[in-house]
């Protein structure tokens, strides 16, 4: 039995389904008025940010408050990491501890999977590199699921930045695990080499891209990609690959609209669109809450078979 | 004290030999190859050692014309002296080592430190290969003349290619005066981008930044031209894209002075070592595809690649347990390439002659060694190699302080039982001393 959640690439669809179904139950526990469960209680966990964030690192901890598990955050500041420790003795001095949980976000890829190699505690892949960032996939999978019933053949759009995007590689591999159409729809200088392999449909055009499509997924744009030459300038971008409100009429009457965040209103996403009924990316906020707690409960619990391939 | 090798299969593709035999050794030289069962007239002298090396194969000692010593400055990861016991493990008698030291090998002082390292540890021959630009930073020229003279064979910027074009011009014209060859690492640093690996559908696939094959396909077409306009001498040193074999296959047909090496990762292995992020398989250039695995072949089948090197890089594995994107590019080479290269062998792709050739005379005469050669007067520089002995690749057992092998774990046959340099005994697995 595997105790890590490295990348949906080990996931079958059998454990997607139990990971939704469980993030169903806790998201029932966060209406009520007590919103803290035993669950965890007695376990610790670790976040373990090599990077900068905010929304995932809160996320994760108010997750584990609500299953009442003891929570330390260690934010690793880059700068110091450079001369400093490895990051093996980190996760190892760490590890001496006696945690129950490490929730790791690193910039270079593959850290997670390294560390999960060696390490006794669950590992958490909370975004590594432009890799995958597994809890991300999960969360926006149960939002489309609340909201569609279902993922298998509906026309899923993500559009953006996909060669930085662990987001979106780790959405492609879950979305069409469940089998959906899942289109990527970016300039070729945001397209890595090979993504076509994936089973999905690549698109430059925006318009072709999101017609009659159930679902559309934006991705932030860094103004600094500017300056490697990925694109020219963000009202560029914004002229051929934003979302607006115009463009969204070829989609389906029902399409929602998704977002990680933080968005850039006016880069990647006009502000009548993210403001709009279609949107659903203040959902994705509380069930990601909710799919982290499922995460951490079936990972305790060793209740995930790992069948997927890899 | 003089030796006799008997009764073994002597191999040495510079003379055309290829028969069971006996090679008289005296001071320091090959005095005679007495070729079927004859008997040595020496044999009978006093203070002769006689080896009988019967069942065993006897090549010139191998030659490596692309290594990596880290001395001075990175001993920590291998020392001349550690570097040299890995090549004499490994068959090679002669080392040319890379200028990327610190500080780099871009004058003499550094070129006599490593010359006169080499010769007082009386192991392999050490030709140091000196930078082509002073800091290998790809502005001014180094002083070629003296340092030729101080004992460099060949002139790179290796891992920091000349990315001026007109730099990279003017070393190839101002080389040719003295007549010493300009070794490239052919690599557009702007394509590659600070890549980590081969790109592709595994670098898509595990995340990591990737080297288009066009990054080292792009920088051996603009150095071929170069080789043309100035009729300096060429060197590409190891190639590892089918795009390139077929580039360096153009040029010779034009008649371009280009010679090209390539190294045992390139013909054995692929991108998909990297899965697991596996840092014992980060190398630059990167692992390419099976595609460039069979055109490297290919390319030494048919004479475009000239000979094998190692590029033996060894790191401390501090440089190698680390991020994937963070660790060290190298492969630590000496102690596996004749069984690799001995694998080609058995794959078809090159006959026995042809291998010892690629790791003998032909690098020997692309930096005019004089070496690579069992010919009478030639220095006694001398491998016997047991081509049946099997072995597991471990690499804890590696004398190079560099454990960093994607060959770890592989199942290889032939292993070097005695190397000779200069006439002495160096290097003895058997401990054979009849």
């Given at each position: 039995m595997y105790k890590d959640l490295i990348s949906i690439k080990d996931l079958s669809t059998q454990d997607i389904d139990l990971i939704i179904s469980t993030a169903i139950s806790f998201k029932e526990?966060?209406?009520?008025?007590?919103?803290?469960?035993?669950?965890?209680?007695?376990?610790?966990?670790?976040?373990?940010?090599?990077?900068?964030?905010?929304?995932?690192?809160?996320?994760?901890?108010?997750?584990?408050?609500?299953l009442s598990t003891d929570v330390i955050n260690f934010t690793v500041p880059t700068s110091s990491v450079v001369k400093g420790e490895s990051l093996f003795d980190t996760i190892k001095t760490i590890e001496a501890y006696g945690v129950d949980f490490i929730i790791i976000r690193h910039q270079s890829s593959g850290v997670p999977y390294l560390v999960s190699r060696f390490a006794n505690a669950s590992i958490i892949n909370a975004g590594d590199g432009i890799n995958e960032h597994p809890t991300q996939a999960l969360l926006d999978t149960f939002t489309i699921i609340e909201r569609k019933g279902a993922v298998a053949g509906l026309n899923i759009a993500i559009v953006g930045d996909i060669f930085h995007s662990r987001v979106a590689r780790s959405n492609i591999y879950?979305?069409?695990?469940?089998?959906?159409?899942?289109?990527?729809?970016?300039?070729?200088?945001?397209?890595?080499k090979g993504i076509e392999n994936e089973n999905v449909h690549i698109y430059t055009n925006l318009d072709k891209g999101i017609k009659d499509a159930d679902v559309i997924m934006t991705l932030r744009i860094q103004k600094e990609r500017q300056s490697g030459g990925f694109l020219s300038t963000t009202e560029e971008y914004f002229r051929f690959w934003g979302l607006t409100r115009k463009k969204m009429a070829s989609a389906k009457p029902d399409v929602i609209v998704m977002h990680p965040g933080p968005m850039n209103r006016g880069v990647e996403i006009a502000s009548e669109v993210c403001d709009s009924l279609h949107s659903v990316i203040y959902d994705q906020v509380v069930n990601g809450l909710a799919v982290r707690m499922a995460v951490?409960?079936?990972?305790?619990?060793?209740?995930?078979?790992?069948t997927g391939s890899l | 004290m003089d030796i006799i090798l008997k009764n073994g299969h002597i191999v040495d593709p510079s003379a055309g030999i290829n028969t069971v035999g006996h090679i008289v050794v005296k001071d320091g030289k090959i005095k005679k190859i007495i070729l079927a069962s004859g008997i040595a007239e020496e044999e009978t002298a006093k203070d002769m050692q006689i080896i009988d090396v019967a069942g065993l194969h006897v090549f010139p000692g191998l030659v490596d014309i692309h290594v990596h010593l880290r001395e001075p400055g990175y001993e920590y990861k291998e020392t001349i002296e550690s570097g040299c016991k890995a090549g004499l493990k490994g068959g090679f008698t002669t080392l040319c080592c890379m200028p990327n030291t610190r500080p780099p090998n871009?004058?003499?002082?550094?070129?006599?430190?490593?010359?006169?390292?080499?010769?007082?540890?009386?192991?392999?021959?050490?030709?140091?290969?000196?930078?082509?630009?002073?800091?290998?930073?790809?502005?001014?020229?180094?002083?070629?003349?003296?340092?030729?003279?101080?004992?460099c064979v060949a002139f790179s910027?290796?891992?920091?290619p000349v990315t001026n074009s007109l730099i990279m011009r003017r070393a190839l014209e101002y080389a040719k005066v003295f007549d010493v060859p300009i070794i490239s690492h052919a690599e557009d640093v702007y394509l590659s981008d600070d890549g980590v690996m081969n790109e592709g559908y595994v670098s898509t696939h595990l995340g990591l930044k990737g080297i288009p094959a066009e990054a080292e396909v792009i920088m051996i077409k603009r150095d071929i031209e170069l080789a043309a306009l100035t009729g300096g001498s060429l060197h590409i040193a190891h190639v590892?894209?089918?795009?390139?074999?077929?580039?360096?296959?153009?040029?010779?047909?034009?008649?371009i002075n280009v010679t090209a090496e390539t190294t045992p990762h390139y013909f054995h292995i692929t991108e998909d070592y990297v899965n697991g992020y596996n840092t014992s398989a980060k190398v630059n250039p990167p692992l390419r595809t099976q595609k460039d695995v069979q055109a490297i072949r290919q390319g030494l089948h048919d004479g475009s690649i000239d000979c094998i090197a190692t590029d033996h890089a060894p790191h401390h594995r501090d440089d190698k347990e680390c991020e994937f994107d963070r660790a060290a590019f190298g492969i630590s080479g000496l102690e596996t390439a004749l069984a690799l290269g001995l694998k080609l062998v058995e794959d078809g792709v090159l006959s026995l002659s042809t291998l010892i050739e690629k790791m003998t005379i032909a690098p020997s005469n692309i930096l005019k060694l004089g070496k690579g050669t069992l010919r009478e007067g030639a220095d006694a520089d001398i491998v016997v190699v047991d081509l049946n002995m099997e072995f597991t690749v471990d690499k804890e057992d590696l004398v190079s302080k560099g454990k960093n092998t994607p060959f770890h774990g592989w199942r290889l046959k032939g292993v070097s039982v005695l190397t000779i340099v200069d006439g002495d005994i160096k290097y003895n697995l058997k401990q054979v001393n009849q």
């Open positions: 526990v966060l209406q009520r008025d007590i919103k803290k469960v035993p669950t965890l209680r007695g376990k610790t966990a670790i976040n373990l940010f090599f990077e900068p964030s905010t929304r995932t690192k809160t996320s994760f901890e108010l997750a584990q408050k609500r879950c979305l069409t695990k469940l089998g959906a159409n899942v289109r990527l729809i970016a300039p070729n200088t945001l397209l890595p951490l409960y079936l990972l305790s619990s060793a209740k995930l078979n790992y | 871009d004058n003499k002082t550094i070129t006599e430190y490593i010359v006169q390292k080499g010769r007082s540890l009386r192991l392999c021959n050490v030709h140091p290969i000196g930078a082509i630009t002073k800091k290998q930073d790809g502005k001014e020229l180094s002083e070629v003349g003296i340092m030729k003279d101080s004992g910027d290796d891992g920091r590892s894209t089918a795009g390139g074999v077929s580039a360096i296959r153009e040029a010779k047909s034009l008649g």
